[in-house]
């Protein structure tokens, strides 16, 4: 199974609200930049064999360097990493249709932070 692995941390809910509190200007350019980081990553993995077919599930393992962020702040990077798979043409959009849950694992590597996200077909249940 390919994986889309996004070296790093991307940017929590607390970061990105300081940002748009600071300048509005900012807050869109934040956006945009881990949008296209995280499109980047999917257009690799895509690269080496990542097909979406039909409505997927979503699991999130986020490596942080530390326990510093609240859990709940890291996930809202979910956001940058489906607008990146859209962008990158992996799905059609991100709405009910297209994306059934999320399931996400958090995990303490100081060495090599990262997102490993692993889209699985959804099960109903």
Not at 111 to 123: A, G, L, Q
């Amino acid at each position: 199974m390919v994986k889309i692995v996004i070296p790093g941390e991307l940017l929590a809910l607390n970061q990105y609200s300081d940002a748009e509190r600071g300048n509005r200007y900012h807050g869109s350019n934040l956006k945009r930049y881990y949008t296209t980081i995280c499109s980047m990553y999917t257009k690799k993995a895509m690269h080496e064999g990542l097909k979406v077919t039909g409505k997927i599930d979503i699991y999130c393992h986020w490596y942080m360097k530390d326990k510093r962020k609240d859990k709940d702040n890291i996930r809202f990077a979910i956001k940058f990493i489906q607008d990146g798979m859209k962008q990158a043409g992996l799905i059609k959009n991100d709405g009910w249709k297209e994306i059934g849950n999320y399931y996400d694992e958090f995990s303490v590597d100081k060495d090599n932070p990262r997102v490993e996200v692993e889209i699985k077909k959804h099960e109903k249940m």
